[in-house]
Each structure stands twice: as structure tokens, then as C-alpha cells.
């Protein structure tokens, strides 16, 4: 038994104001003190090296395996059709851009074998598609298929002159690319092309999806200004699942590039079609024949047509290789200069020592003056 | 030009953030917890009076790392105000030993009752029991008593009468004409006919009493310059109580010397008709009385000398030398008198012979004004230099010098010196000098003190810390740390001042770092988008950089960094040194640090933009380059660099900073993960749906992840090893043979050695400098040997000494209180 008086003088010890002795208010939580010097770098050194240099070949002998083959139709190797001795960039621009179209055709010789799938893009060069104001001009709400009034975001596209709203409204739409690029072989068999599967899964199946009866949604509401029909004939197959909103060109479109100079995909070869194009896209003659609606010249743009294969790793790019390798040789060479060091100047070599104790006496005496 | 406004604007926005506003949020807190970090050591905690150490700000944790100026008061700081009896020689024998803690001497006794000097021993206790003005509180009011009280202006004389009771010689009553002992049994009373006071200029008191055996003695005890002065021609003991006196002084005791003499009725009689008429006078009373006094306080016979210890606080000495070692400068502020400053400053070793001692006295400006420029040419080129120089000053020259004529050369002089000692100062004067230093110097200042009397120039002083003593709170109330006692401060400067400072220069630069190492990506990103302000990370992702991402990192370092730890930084005071000279942080280091971020940056962006240069990273073909796709793959990459950066920047990885760097990493990746599902389920990030899907089954991220970073990090790493092998700094030697459990004796001495002799030879030169013309009394050089004679009383006091005595009579009863 205790009494009140001895419950109090127990409080009144544990009340005492010190400190707990615990490690991290004392401040000696256990640490690993890295003493990195030359000498104790040089296995990190090596082990980079050893690393990185075979990892830079694997991925340099994948991107070659890569086959790419560019095509520029901007200007002189779209020969118009219609106007002899006329680009389609001319054609367009004596039009003054007024929705003319253009239609040319340009062969070219596939030296190897594209085998497996095979990619088309189209290439645009100096077009900044990440122009703040233009990466702004969307209503991502309108894209979900809702039908309220659109977000003054898509200025100078939000409305038609009649005060409705522009179904897709903004510039990112107004500006959707619009040629349309159709591949032969030998002239006369066409290649057969996937208009699917060309956007982000999630895009796809998430960011948009059509208003309710688009069909006549679409009919009734503006079309953005440089679009020649409404969205939902985007793609002439008039295929519920890829059109309005959901046609997949314009997916693509709207997710906006981060460089000036981007590419996006086209179309996806269709292997199971034809028994011709089965293994993939065989080397010969093709014919491109190109509607050519988009102008790009009058601020020096740069269209171009790209037939791609893709290795585990994507498309065709080295850098990363190379940069591996690059950087594997520099930790390499610095693990060969600090080993000379190492054993040219021995840390613990008096003399070195010495020498460095006076500078730094030196050093401190400088300090005080 | 509305376009260039808007651009500019945008501009503006865009780059707002390479000044960070977390950094003052990250500061903050830093320090908050580091003041905690102060208040929690056990180490500072005074268990004698339950008082643990206690930050009362958090905001110059890291100024105690730099700090230069010590300006500390006397009583209660450095010393305990308490005196206690050491030592004592009596004919030429020296009783006692400083080594106990009480004087308690049987031989004494011993010698009283046979040796041949037992008529002196008798006189020496007696003159003690007697020649003061202690005034006994008997309390019991019994004949012959052995346990009393004593009220004593002065300490000295209560430690003296305190030693003589436990002697058993008490003294325990007090009449207007008499003093009554208890001499080991016997009751002896005193007739106390004339008491000559003690003042500064006389150095010494006197009684004159008529024995219990009827006759006249002048019993008189003061400095050993006065006494050793007055004593008659053949006097035998000279030079063992000399000896005995540099001996005492040499450890720091107070002395006292006493002497005394025999009157013949006839002399005293005489005498005290001219002492009457002088102490009657109606002009100049002080000077005749002073004059009269002289005449009968000669032909002494020398007594011997007493040793009084003024208790320092616990290791004092020890602090101040650690102190000093690291290259601070202490000033001790007092309003004690020069005397017993000096020797306080002797006995806890801020004097020593082993520099020169200069002292200033001066009773007009015209003559501080010539010193002090005279001292100043002296010193010559070592002027506002480290040398082994002290400087004592009077509280009158003092102020003279601190007026605007003098006070350029007595800051010059002041600051050439390792130690300087003001003494009889007033608490403003306090403030001033602090102020003074302060102002003129380019450097911390520390103030330390217990009282009401040093709250002026804690105040003063950069850094204002308390000591928690009896003497009230007033002092803690006004500074900025309060300590239990005075050697914690040696902890609180050297491990939590070097600490604090380090980690906070670490948490600044990494702070600026790591927001430049971000923003910047913009600038490069302008270029490929036109200047359009475009940005290329998410704004929620960017906005919560410095809340989540990154803001474990800086407070790892500033918490959990240390390179080594706190025996060692005590042990070694060198390292302070280091921490004081700002190597840590300036505008070299500043500038090194943005353009390493610049550097991480460019590599950071432009390896990635090469990297996504055809926008196809996946098998499946798909265009995967959308600026956010971009902007997500190297805001990982720039988590990873920047968390890594504090992993390289860290001294010492402790569980926390594991969890800190790695934990960050991992938030990143979780947030990202939750974020690219949320919309549209919520109206935020569209064009983030996605990403984490597209950008984690790309295997280009997954080898960018492993290539960039670490070539980012490589420069830094090699630069590291490169430092580290080719230009250690000490703290880094310290650490290294500290993790291989190596003595570090050698390293530090090896780093002293070619100091120490260079400060000998400098101390003989500057001597000599001194004393080539003049004498070194004249040059205000202490002379030597040093005998350490101080004594406190009041004096000047309303009530002279004299009649304050008269006025008691302790055998009558106080009246109760009620």
C-alpha cells in the first residue's frame, strides 16, 4: 500500500526532465558511413563498365535489326495529278488553302523484307503540336461524350458563327491531319491496312467515347472549320466503333506531341488479309498514293511517310545503345586512371600524406588571415 | 509589346519556383527539430538541479556552429560565488592541500599545541577570528558555542571564518566594542579599539584590539605587495611565504598575506588621538584617515598567508581550454575588481605565462588614447591576428575606450587577443562591448550568463545563451538557449552547433538543387516549343514536388547527416574550426551547387529527349510521345537523381535516410501509379490517363531508368572521389580513420605541431617587442611572479565598514519576527 503523499514523490521522479536516452534523441542511430575515395570506388567503376557496355550493344544490334524506310511528300515528290508540273504544296497554296485537295502518287523500292508487323506513320517536322496555347485548345469533358456547352478553353474554336458549339471544339481538332495515304504493291495490289488498334488502349476505351445518338449529333452540330465532314464520317467504313469521337486518326491527333519534330501512327499492316502481305511487308515496287489536303509549307513544315518494323524495343533508335556504351567506357577509363593512381599514389604513402597535411595548414592558416 | 508582356509573364510563372518557397518551410522545420534534437540530449541535462538544456528558438541552431566571440560573465557562469579555505602558510610552513575539498589540517593543530611556532599559529588563527567584519548570527544564544551563522558583505572573509570554526577557533559574538571567540574551548574576548577599512587603494584592513591579556595588537591582512612593504627590516619568513604565494597563485587561489604588530600603550594612545582628529576632519576626512592609517600599519610582523579557493563551476578550465582550442575568443565581462578578475582568469587558464598579459588602467582618454594606439603599433603585423595575448581592462578605461577616439584601436587590440578580460564593468557597458564586436567584426558572437546584469548583452550578442542558476531566471528568460551549466556549452557549440550548421548548409544547397535541377527542364523544354510557357510536367505533379517527392531528402540531411560523431567533435575541438571559417557555405559553393543542378538538368532532359526521339519506345508500334509522356519519364528520372543526390551528399545512411531516399523514390511510383486512373472519374489530369501503363511496359523507360541517373550522378561521384583521395578535409580524415576505429591522436597532432612552435617564438618576440623601451609595469605588462592576491568587499558603501560593525550586538535577542 501506498500513500497519496509516496504516489506523489513516485510522479515526481518519473516527472524528472531528462532526456530519454534513445538512440535517435541522442542522435546515435546506427549509420553505414560510405567513405567513397578512389580506391573504394574502383569495383563501382568497373561494375558500371562491365555492365553497361554489353547492355550497349544488345540495344544498339536491336535497333539496327530495325528497319525504317522515310518517305518526305512535302513538296517536289508529290507531283500533282491534275496540274502538271504543280507540287500539291502549290496546288494548295494558289487555292489559298481554301479546302483544295490534291492527289498525287510517288513509287518507291523496299530493298529487304519487312517482316512481322509493320507500321505506317506520318511524320511532321516544325510543327509544334506542344504550343502552349494550342496544347490548351481541347474540352476533354466534350471528348467524353457529354453534351454540355464546351469550355471557353477552346478558343478561337468554341463556337461557329451561329453560336453552337463546335463538335470537337478547340485547335487541336480544327487541325487534325488529314491526308490520306493509300500503299500499293507493284501498282496494282493495294496493301491492306488496319485503321484500329492504332491508339492508346486506354484513350480508346477511357478518354472518349460518342455522345448518345451521335450519328445525328454530330449532323446537327458545326464540324470544326478546316474539317470537310462532320465526325462521324471520318472513317468511310462507318463503323460504330470508329467514328465521332472515337475514330481512332483523331485519337492519335489529340494526344499531342512533345517535340516540334513527332511522328504518328497511320495504319497497322494487316497480316491476315492477304496471303501476299502474311509474313509481313515483302521487299519491291510500291505505289503511294497520297490526298493531299494538309498544308504545311506556307510555315516550312516538313510531311513525311514512314514504313516501320519494331524490335521488343520500339522503333529504330540508338542513342540509347550508344549512350550506354559511352557511358560504360568513360567509368572504365576513369577505373583504369584511378587504379594508375592508386598504385602510383598510395594513400597512406607518408610523404603523400605529409604533403597534404602541409596544404592543408596552409590552407587553414590562409583562413584565419 | 502586349505579346512581350504576356511572354514575360508567363516566363515569370514558369520559373517562379527556382527560388523555392518550400526551402523556408523546409528550413523551418529543420531547425525546429533540431532544437528539439538540442533540448533532448542527455548530455546537457543538469541532474543537481533537474534542468535539461533547452532551445528557445529554433533560428540560429547552425550560428553556434560559427561562432567566434565568447563573451562571458564572472560569478555564477564561470564560478559558483562560493569561497572555500584551501591552504594557509604560517612562519614558512604551508598547511593544507588544494587538493581537498575542505581545509581541515590536523598538523595545524598539532603544531599549535607543540611546535615552535605555536605563538604564531595562535596569532595567525586569531587575526582570522578576529580582523573582519563578519557578523555572527548565534542563534542558540549559549555560552561557548560551535555552531554559528555569519552574515559577510565580503566572501572571502566568510570562507575565512567559516575555515576557523571548523577549526574550532568560533567566532561567535559580536558587540559594538568587542569580538568574543571560542578559542577550542576557551572564551576569549577582544576588544576591538580602531578598524581601518579596506579599500581598493589600500589593499589591506586592519584591526587594532586590546587582548584578553591586556595587550594592544594590530592585527592586519591584505595584498602581499602592501604587507610585504610594511614589515619590519628582519623579518624571517619572507621568502618561504613568498614561494608559498606563487605557489598558491600558480593554482589559482586568492591570497591574502597577514601581519601584525605589538603596540605599547603610549604609541596607540598617541596614534589615536591623530586618528581621532583625522577621522573628525572636515576636509579631505578620506585622504587624512588613509594618511593616518599608514603611519601604525608598519614594522609588521609577517603572519603568513592564507589560500582561498573560488570555486569554479564543474570543469571550467577545461571548457574554456577546449574553447580556445577551437579557435574562440573568450571575454570575460565582470564587475568584479581587477584583482579578482585576474585571478579567476589564472585559475581557469585564460591567463597563463605562456602569453603576454597586457593590462590597461587608465584614468583619462588622453592617456587610454596613447596606450592603446601604442600597443597597437606593437603588434605590428600580428594585429587583428590569433595571438597568444590577453588583455585586461578597468571598467573606467573601458569606457574611454569604447568612446569614438579609442575605439578602433581598442577593438584592434581586443581582437589580437586570445582572452580579454573586462573587469568592474556595468551591465551596459556589457552591451556595449558586445555591440562593439558585434558591429565591427564580421563574425558570431556568444554572450553567457546567469543574472539580471547580463541580460543587456545577451541580448546584444548573436547567439544569447542563459545559465538555469540560483540567481533567478532573468538571464535564461532573455537568451536563446538556456544550459544547466557552464561546460555544457562546449557540447552545445562544438556537436550541435557544428551539426546544425552542416546540416542546414546541406538542407539550403540541396534545396536550391534540387528545385533548379527541375525547373530549369522548362527553360530547355522552351526550346522545343516556341517559348510558349508550355510545361512539361503535370501541375499537380510539379506542385507536390517539394510536399511529397522530394521533401524527405533534405530532411534526412538536415536531421540524420553527421560525419562523425559527438565524442570525436568534442575530443577535437580543431574541427570547430572548420564550421566557424563558413567553408560549408558560400557563394563559390553556392554557385557550384546551381550550375551542378544546371548540369543534371541538361543531361536529365536532353538524354531523354534523344532517348523518345521517334516517340515509337513500345513493340506495339504506338506512338507513345505526348509532352506528358515526356515530361512523366523525366520527372522520374529527376526524383530518382535528386533523392540519389542526397544519398550522395549524406555522411552517414541511417535506417531513416533509407527510408527517406528510397521511401520517396517508391512515393513517386505510387503516386504516379493512382494518378494516370484518375480521370474521369475525377474532373483532374485527363491527358494523365494512361501514362503509368504506357510508361512502365516501355523498356526504354526501364533502361533510361538505369542509364540516366547514374550518368547523371557520375560527374558528382567521381568529382567525390577525387576530393576525397586528393584534397581530404579534416572533418573527412577524422571520419575516415574514426569508421576504421583508428586513433585519431596522431592526425590532430600532426596537424598542431607545426602551430605550436611558431606560437612560442611568436610570444617571445612579441615580448620583446614590448619591453624594449619600457618596463613592463609601465607597458601595463602583469609583472611576474604572479601572487594572486584578490578580495571582495563592499566598499564606498553608505555605511562605512567601520560603523557598520559598531552597530551590532549579537548577545542581545532579536526581536521575533512576525
Not at chain 2, 578578475?341 to 585564460?350: F, T, V
Not at chain 2, 551539426?499 to 538543387?513: A, D, P, Q
Request: aromatic fraction near 12%; include cysteine.
Amino acid at each position: 500500500m501506498s500513500t497519496p503523499a509516496e504516489n506523489e514523490a513516485d510522479n515526481e521522479h518519473q516527472k524528472s526532465k531528462k532526456p530519454a536516452d534513445t538512440a535517435f534523441k541522442q542522435q546515435r542511430l546506427p549509420a553505414w558511413q560510405p567513405i567513397i575515395t578512389a580506391n573504394t570506388a574502383l569495383p563501382v567503376f568497373l561494375a558500371i563498365g562491365l555492365i553497361f557496355i554489353p547492355i550497349g550493344i544488345v540495344l544498339v544490334v536491336t535497333s539496327e535489326r530495325v528497319l525504317e524506310f522515310d518517305l518526305d511528300y512535302t513538296d517536289t515528290n508529290c507531283m500533282s495529278l491534275n496540274v502538271s508540273n504543280t507540287t500539291c504544296a502549290d496546288v494548295l497554296a494558289q487555292a489559298n488553302y481554301t479546302g483544295a485537295s490534291c492527289t498525287c502518287q510517288k513509287s518507291f523500292t523496299l530493298d529487304k523484307d519487312f517482316e512481322g508487323d509493320v507500321y505506317f506513320y506520318y511524320g511532321l517536322v516544325n510543327y509544334y503540336q506542344n504550343h502552349r496555347r494550342y496544347v490548351r485548345s481541347r474540352d476533354d469533358n466534350q471528348l467524353l461524350g457529354k453534351k454540355d456547352a464546351v469550355s471557353s478553353d477552346c478558343q478561337p474554336f468554341q463556337k461557329s458563327v451561329n453560336g453552337t458549339d463546335i463538335t470537337p471544339c478547340g485547335a487541336i481538332a480544327n487541325s487534325k491531319f488529314n491526308d490520306s495515304l493509300v500503299l500499293s504493291m507493284n501498282g496494282n495490289i493495294s496493301v491492306p491496312l488496319l485503321r484500329t488498334g492504332i491508339a492508346w488502349s486506354t484513350d480508346k476505351a477511357v478518354k472518349f467515347k460518342n455522345p448518345d445518338n451521335p450519328q445525328n449529333w454530330f449532323a446537327t452540330n458545326p464540324r470544326p472549320p478546316n474539317w470537310q465532314q462532320d465526325a462521324w464520317h471520318l472513317d468511310t467504313n462507318l463503323t460504330d466503333d470508329n467514328n465521332g469521337y472515337q475514330n481512332e486518326d483523331f485519337i492519335v491527333w489529340m494526344r499531342t506531341a512533345a517535340m516540334p519534330t513527332f511522328r504518328k501512327l497511320y495504319r497497322k499492316l494487316s497480316l491476315t488479309e492477304s496471303t501476299t502481305f502474311q509474313n509481313g511487308l515483302p521487299k519491291g515496287t510500291y505505289v503511294l498514293t497520297i490526298t493531299y489536303n494538309y498544308p504545311v509549307t506556307s510555315f516550312s513544315g516538313r510531311k513525311q511517310f514512314i514504313i516501320s518494323t519494331t524490335s521488343w524495343m520500339g522503333g529504330k533508335n540508338p542513342f540509347l545503345g550508344w549512350a550506354y556504351i559511352t557511358v560504360g567506357i568513360i567509368c572504365m577509363i576513369t577505373f583504369v586512371v584511378f587504379l594508375v593512381l592508386h598504385k602510383t599514389w598510395k594513400t597512406d604513402d607518408p610523404l603523400a600524406y605529409q604533403m597534404r597535411s602541409m596544404q592543408m595548414n596552409q590552407r587553414t592558416a590562409a583562413g584565419y588571415n | 509589346w502586349r505579346h512581350i508582356g504576356f511572354t514575360f509573364l508567363t516566363f515569370f510563372i514558369l520559373f517562379n519556383n527556382l527560388i523555392p518557397i518550400s526551402l523556408q518551410i523546409t528550413v523551418d522545420l529543420v531547425k525546429f527539430i533540431q532544437a528539439y534534437f538540442i533540448n533532448w540530449d542527455k548530455d546537457m541535462y543538469d541532474s543537481e538541479t533537474d534542468t535539461p538544456a533547452n532551445a528557445r528558438t529554433s533560428n540560429l541552431n547552425e550560428e553556434l556552429g560559427q561562432v567566434k566571440y565568447i563573451f562571458s560573465d564572472k560569478t555564477g557562469t564561470l564560478t559558483k560565488n562560493e569561497m572555500i579555505f584551501k591552504q594557509c602558510s604560517i612562519s614558512g610552513i604551508m598547511y593544507g592541500s588544494g587538493n581537498l575539498a575542505e581545509f581541515n589540517n590536523y598538523e595545524l593543530l598539532k603544531n599549535l599545541e607543540q611546535h615552535e611556532t605555536r605563538d604564531e599559529i595562535r596569532e595567525f588563527l586569531t587575526l582570522l577570528a578576529t580582523c573582519h567584519t563578519v557578523v555572527p548570527e548565534n542563534k542558540a544564544y549559549t555560552e561557548l558555542p560551535t555552531e554559528v551563522a555569519y552574515q559577510a558583505s565580503s566572501p572571502d572573509e566568510f570562507a575565512l571564518v567559516t575555515a576557523m570554526k571548523l577549526l574550532g577557533i568560533v567566532f561567535y559574538s559580536r558587540t559594538p566594542d568587542s569580538v568574543t571567540i571560542n578559542f577550542r574551548g576557551e572564551k576569549e574576548e577582544y576588544k576591538i579599539l580602531n578598524v581601518l577599512e579596506f579599500s581598493s587603494d589600500r589593499k589591506r584592513m586592519s584591526v587594532i584590539i586590546r587582548t584578553p591579556r591586556n595587550e594592544i595588537k594590530l592585527y592586519c591582512k591584505g595584498a602581499d605587495s602592501v604587507i610585504l612593504e610594511r614589515l619590519a627590516a628582519d623579518d624571517q619568513h619572507v621568502k618561504e611565504t613568498g614561494e608559498h604565494l606563487e605557489n598558491f597563485a600558480n593554482s589559482g587561489l586568492r591570497t591574502l598575506c597577514l601581519g601584525y604588530r605589538t603596540l605599547t600603550n603610549e604609541e596607540y594612545n598617541i596614534w589615536s588621538t591623530k586618528y581621532r582628529e583625522a577621522s573628525t576632519a572636515i576636509n579631505n576626512r578620506n585622504e587624512l584617515v588613509a594618511e593616518v592609517a599608514n603611519q601604525i600599519e608598519c614594522n609588521l610582523k609577517l603572519l603568513g598567508a592564507t589560500g582561498i579557493e573560488d570555486k569554479l563551476q564543474d570543469q571550467v578550465s577545461e571548457s574554456l581550454t577546449m574553447l580556445h582550442k577551437a579557435g574562440i575568443k573568450i571575454w570575460v565581462l565582470t564587475g568584479d575588481k581587477k584583482e579578482t578578475a585576474i585571478n579567476i582568469g589564472y585559475s581557469c587558464k585564460l591567463l597563463s605565462n605562456q602569453m603576454l598579459n597586457l593590462t590597461l588602467d587608465e584614468a583619462n582618454l588622453e592617456d587610454t588614447q596613447r596606450q592603446l594606439r601604442q600597443h597597437c603599433q606593437q603588434f605590428g603585423d600580428s594585429l587583428r591576428k590569433e595571438n597568444p595575448a590577453s588583455l585586461v581592462i578597468e571598467g573606467q578605461t573601458l569606457k574611454y575606450a569604447l568612446q569614438a577616439p579609442c575605439r578602433q584601436d581598442f577593438l584592434d587590440l581586443a581582437i589580437s587577443c586570445k582572452t580579454v578580460i573586462c573587469c568592474r564593468v556595468s551591465p551596459k557597458q556589457k552591451a556595449e562591448v558586445v555591440e562593439l564586436v558585434k558591429r565591427s567584426v564580421d563574425a558570431i558572437t556568444l554572450a553567457i550568463g546567469d543574472g539580471a546584469n547580463d541580460v543587456g548583452m545577451i541580448q546584444a550578442a548573436h547567439v544569447g545563451v542563459g545559465i538555469m542558476g540560483r540567481e533567478g531566471v532573468q538571464a535564461a528568460c532573455a537568451s536563446d538557449y538556456t544550459i544547466g551549466q557552464f561546460r555544457f556549452l562546449t557540447k552545445l557549440l562544438f556537436v550541435h552547433g557544428v551539426w546544425s550548421y552542416r546540416r542546414l548548409c546541406k538542407v539550403l544547397l540541396y534545396s536550391f538543387y534540387k528545385n533548379i535541377c527541375l525547373y530549369v527542364m522548362e527553360l530547355w523544354f522552351a526550346f522545343h516549343n516556341g517559348f510558349s510557357g508550355q510545361i512539361l510536367f503535370e501541375r499537380w505533379t510539379i506542385g507536390i514536388y517539394n510536399v511529397i517527392f522530394t521533401a524527405a531528402p533534405p530532411m534526412a540531411l538536415g536531421l540524420l547527416d553527421r560525419s562523425c560523431n559527438a565524442a570525436t567533435m568534442m575530443e577535437y575541438p580543431a574541427i570547430y574550426r572548420m564550421s566557424q571559417n563558413r567553408t560549408d557555405f558560400n557563394i563559390k559553393i553556392f554557385w557550384t551547387w546551381c550550375l551542378n543542378a544546371v548540369y543534371h538538368s541538361i543531361i536529365l532532359y536532353f538524354m531523354s529527349y534523344r532517348m523518345l526521339r521517334h516517340d515509337i519506345v513500345h513493340d506495339s508500334g504506338i506512338v507513345l510521345g505526348s509532352h506528358l509522356y515526356l515530361g512523366n519519364l523525366i520527372y522520374t528520372y529527376v526524383v530518382f537523381v535528386v533523392c540519389l543526390k542526397a544519398g550522395l551528399e549524406s555522411d552517414s545512411w541511417t535506417l531513416l535516410t533509407h527510408i527517406a531516399i528510397w521511401g520517396s523514390i517508391a512515393s513517386w511510383f505510387i503516386f504516379f501509379a493512382i494518378y494516370s486512373y484518375v480521370w474521369p472519374t475525377f474532373p483532374v489530369a485527363p491527358e494523365m490517363r494512361g501514362m503509368a501503363k504506357y510508361v512502365f511496359s516501355s523498356p526504354s523507360f526501364w533502361f533510361g531508368l538505369l542509364l540516366i541517373p547514374i550518368t547523371a550522378l557520375l560527374a558528382d561521384f567521381i568529382y567525390n572521389c577525387i576530393q576525397r583521395t586528393f584534397y581530404k578535409t579534416l572533418m573527412q580524415e577524422v571520419q575516415e580513420k574514426e569508421v576504421k576505429h583508428q586513433d585519431l591522436s596522431d592526425l590532430v597532432a600532426s596537424r598542431q605541431t607545426p602551430a605550436a612552435p611558431r606560437a612560442t617564438e611568436r610570444l617571445a618576440l612579441l615580448k620583446s617587442v614590448f619591453t624594449r623601451t619600457r618596463t613592463p609595469r609601465e607597458v601595463g605588462i602583469i609583472d611576474r611572479p604572479y601572487h594572486g592576491f584578490a578580495f571582495s568587499q563592499e566598499e564606498n558603501g553608505v555605511v562605512p565598514q567601520d560603523q557598520l560593525i559598531r552597530t551590532y550586538d549579537t548577545n542581545i535577542e532579536k526581536p521575533p519576527g512576525y
